[in-house]
């Protein structure tokens, strides 16, 4: 098993930036694909972006791309979302996720962090 913790969030003017953090327990975080979804009130959960375990292939939601940045250090057991340009839409709470194996869009996700909210102004 793995556990996982955000952190990051805030509250940040539209424009502007940025990082959040996923910190990652248990079992060799290499062994897990990752990826960052988010939600906000009322709406469903979505997906933000993915990237596999070695963090050679990464995929992004159309509405992120070009903006945000998925990575990983599996030595030091982290996942990052680097965030530029935030717009009022993009406020949510975001989730870190993981799950054994490849990536594989669609596949479900099997442990999830606990949230990070972020709170972006217009």
């Known amino acids: 098993q793995v556990q996982l913790v955000e952190s990051g969030g805030g509250l940040v003017q539209a424009g502007g930036s940025l990082r959040l953090s996923c910190a990652a327990s248990g079992r060799t975080f290499s062994a897990y694909a990752a990826g960052w979804f988010r939600q906000a009130p009322g709406k469903e959960r979505e997906f933000v972006a993915a990237?596999?375990?070695?963090?050679?292939?990464?995929t992004y939601a159309d509405s992120v791309k070009g903006r945000f940045t998925i990575s990983r250090n599996n030595a030091w057991y982290k996942m990052y979302l680097q965030m530029n340009s935030l717009k009022p839409e993009d406020s949510a709470v975001y989730y870190c996720?993981?799950?054994?194996?490849?990536?594989?869009?669609?596949?479900?996700?099997?442990?999830w962090g606990q949230g990070t909210q972020v709170t972006v102004s217009s």
């Open positions: 990237i596999s375990r070695s963090g050679g292939i990464t």
């Open positions: 996720a993981a799950r054994e194996g490849v990536l594989r869009p669609g596949a479900a996700y099997d442990y």
